[in-house]
């Protein structure tokens, strides 16, 4: 019965009326219980003018003026410009080999570990001439693991099984 | 009195023979839990939402899976964390072997409709999968320019069709400045601030770091700098160009700006109930509210989700109201949007397909039990991993495990490949830590790209590790 009677008492409250009427009243600033021009005027930046928002020229927005007000204008024009996200990247890179990217991968993780410990940074200029030997045998590469098996060996940890030299 | 009979199950939902309950899932992006009123915000933002809430389940700890529309939405959509999915690059797609929840409530008669706001949500992503009618065309609109063709879909329908109903709105997504009257429902409409400038510029808010304005800046360079397995890049880049500091005002500014985005979406989530009230949808169907990711606003110097995994990006709303209404309930047990597959599959007395995460949150609904998680796990782009447990959160840097080569190599690593940072009670670190290493060890990487190496070649230029002329 409880249940019922609070079903009851939720249902038929959701209207345009009532879910606009909130946000309708935040801009009411003198509370005389209508929103005027001066009003709306203190809100506008980038919609139609009053003259236009109040559809039935009575001098007060209603909910449904708002609605229709909601629903006339895009949140992604500005200044009626179309606007797009910026995204985060742009261009095209240039692709790696795989080789060169799992090169980049292992020594990043256990330049990562070793650094996780105290270990001295590797440098970048030595870092990026081991990736871009493509290989995890190569004189540079080892410029890198060098002093991260060290790390390891003090560390009492084993050497990843990762193909390494 | 109502909790007592709550707790005996009076009052709660009982399985009802006859047609599947139909369900409409409603997600407001980029919406934080804390502007809500019934989250305990004081500003009046939402009374539509905090009003639903009235008659709904809150979940007061709900997290997202990812900071990111696409990565979120397509955990939501599967029930699983995304690098299960997908690497976590302009690539991400869910693979065709993982049901998805609109194919599953097919194969039960639902016919299903989408209508999101495009962007990350486009179907060239492969989210539309499943649904019998997926329209993308309100490109990063909000809940009004949605709502009017979901309303129209559902009138198309048998009355006596089960149905899924999606509806997606990019409401309170940046440019926070929002249409007339809630652009500047909190702010000052003369105020030529930088707050202002950020609050006005689509894109802007990505480019403030540390507390400072940087136009030149990368986002995602920026968030390396910050990155504590970079050391590398930061020696051989500079963000000194064109910095200027924000002020506390200009921060309030953009936090202005939000709030009056986060109006604007009650004030669109009120009309799309309205509609759904007058069809009588609101009686006989399961809605579910939610937001994929929340926003960074100036906490931690940034105007943004994408480069953050803490609360502000990951906290979100879920409020889960049966047909007709409940006697309220909040939930404080933590709970992931994992969780709401498996809920809407117990709702709809379905199956759920093996390899899933969730757990239903349907028991919990109904007042028979409490949410079991311990720590709700998060990952976003630029290999961020994080852990929350009721009290902290760790936040792992580390490499991803979206491929094998990446997931072999994690096994091998003997600190399983992260650096982590946390937040909150200092005695749940230690253990939050464990967790989120034993998970992404646990990540099951699928078929389809287990052969391929994360390619990171956007990551590895804005480390500074490679350049576009080798």
Known sequence: MMWLLFACFTQSAWTEDRALAPHLMRMDRDANGVVGEAEYAGVLWNG???????????????????????????????????????????????????????????????????????????PADVFSAAVRSGSLSSPESALVLGPVRETFKQQGWDWPNLGLP | MWVVLSLLGIGCPAAVPGPRPSIVLIS???????????????????????????ESILFDQAYSQSNETLYSHASLFTGRYPSELSALDDSFAIPAEVPVLASVLGTYGYQSGAFVAGGHMSRRYGLDRGFDVYDDSADWGALVQTTTPALAWLDSLASNASFFLLVHGYDTHDRYLKPTPFGYAFGDPAGLSLGAEIARTTGAAMRVVGGALSPRVDPIMAMVQ??????????ITSITNDVRRLSEDDVQQVVNAYDGAVAYADAGFGLLMAGLAERGVLEKSWIIVLSDHGEGLGEVGV????????????????LIRPPGGIIPQRISGIVELTDVLPTILDVADATAPAGIRGFSLLPTVRGKAKPTREVAFSEGASRLFTARGPGAR???????????????????????????????????????????????RSIVVPEAVKTDVDPNVHEMQQHGYWDATP
């Open chain 2, 394 to 440: 760790v936040t792992s840097s580390g490499i991803g495990v979206s491929n094998r080569f990446n997931a072999d190599l994690v096994a091998a690593l003997p600190l399983g490949g992260v650096s982590v940072r946390s937040a909150g009670n200092a005695a749940e670190a230690p253990a939050l830590r464990d967790a989120v290493v034993a998970w992404r």
């Open chain 2, 303 to 318: 105007f943004s989700h994408r480069m953050l995994l803490d609360d502000s990006s990951l906290h979100v709303p879920l």
């Open chain 1, 48 to 122: 139609p003018s009053f003259r236009v928002a109040d559809v039935d020229g009575n001098g007060e927005l209603s909910t449904r003026e708002l609605a229709i007000l909601l629903d006339s204008q895009s949140p992604t024009t500005f200044d009626g410009t179309v606007v797009e996200p910026v995204k985060a990247s742009s261009g095209q890179p240039p692709l790696l080999s795989r080789e060169q990217r799992e090169v980049w991968e292992i020594l990043v993780a256990l330049s990562d570990e070793h650094r996780r410990v105290g270990g001295e940074p590797i």
């Open chain 2, 28 to 54: 407001m992006d980029t919406l934080r839990a804390d502007r809500l009123g019934a989250w305990g915000n004081d500003r009046g933002l939402t009374p539509n939402l905090d009003r639903f809430a009235g």
């Open chain 2, 226 to 235: 910050s990155h504590p397995r970079l050391e590398h890049g930061r020696r």
